[in-house]
C-alpha cells in the first residue's frame, strides 16, 4: 500500500468537496447575511450537532462570543451541545432525541437563528431541533451532508454538501463556516 498515494488521493477528494461548494455559494451568502441581519436586530445564534458536527456547533458559537479573526463587540452566539449538566437532566428526563429542542423551547426567542449541522440530515434530535426552532419563530440555517435527509427543504437557509464521506462533508462544512464568520464579521467591525 502506497501511503503518500493515499494522503494525495484523500486530499484531492477533499479539495473536490471544498470545490463543489462554489454551486452554493449563493445560498452561503443568504444564510451569511441572514446571520448578519438577526445579529444586528440583537437576536442570538442557538448552534447544535452531534459527534463532529457538535465540535462545529461549539466552534461557531465561540468564534461569536470571543472573535474569528478581527476585534470587533461580542456577539451573543449559544452551544446547545456545550453544557453536560442540561444534556444530561433532559436527556435523562426527556430522552436523547430532545437534547437540543428542549434548550430552544427555553432559550430562543423570535428572530434568533438556529444553526444546525448534521451530516445525514436524519438525526433525530436535530430534526426535533428545527421543529422546535420554527414553533418559537425562529429561522434556521442547516448544514447538511449527502442528499440532506429527512432535513432537506426544511430550513430558512441550507447548504448541503452533496458526498458520501463524512469526513468531507464536516471539512465543508467548516469552510462554510469560516466563510460566515467572515462576513459577521466584517459586518460588526468598528461597531461599538
Keep these: 500500500m502506497d501511503l503518500q498515494r493515499n494522503v494525495e488521493q484523500s ?10 461548494m462554489k454551486a ?31 465540535a462545529e456547533a461549539l466552534h461557531m458559537a465561540e468564534e461569536l462570543v470571543g472573535r474569528y479573526k478581527a476585534d470587533r463587540i461580542s456577539l451573543p452566539g449559544i452551544a446547545l451541545v456545550a453544557d453536560a449538566t442540561a444534556l444530561t437532566c ?3 428526563d ?3 432525541d430532545r437534547i437540543f429542542s428542549r434548550q430552544i ?12 449541522f448534521s451530516t445525514s440530515g436524519n438525526s433525530a434530535n436535530i430534526i426535533l431541533a428545527l421543529e422546535a426552532a420554527h414553533k418559537k419563530g425562529m429561522k434556521t440555517l442547516c448544514l447538511l451532508g449527502r442528499n440532506g435527509g429527512k432535513l432537506a427543504g426544511r430550513a430558512t437557509w441550507e447548504i448541503v454538501v452533496r458526498s458520501p464521506e463524512t469526513a468531507h462533508i ?12 467572515e462576513m459577521v ?4 467591525v468598528g461597531r461599538s
Aim: proline fraction near 1%; avoid cysteine; glycine fraction near 14%.
Design 11 to 20: 486530499l484531492a477528494a477533499s479539495a473536490e468537496t471544498i470545490e463543489s
Design 24 to 54: 452554493s455559494s449563493a445560498d452561503i451568502v443568504a444564510a451569511g447575511n441572514g446571520i448578519v441581519e438577526a445579529l444586528k436586530a440583537g437576536n442570538k445564534v442557538l448552534t447544535a450537532g452531534n459527534g463532529g458536527s457538535a
Design 90 to 92: 433532559i436527556g435523562n
Design 94 to 96: 426527556y430522552g436523547f
Design 105 to 116: 423551547e427555553g432559550l430562543g426567542k423570535p428572530g434568533d437563528i438556529a444553526v444546525l
Design 170 to 181: 464536516q471539512e465543508a462544512h467548516q469552510v462554510i463556516l469560516h466563510i460566515v464568520l
Design 185 to 188: 464579521e466584517q459586518a460588526f
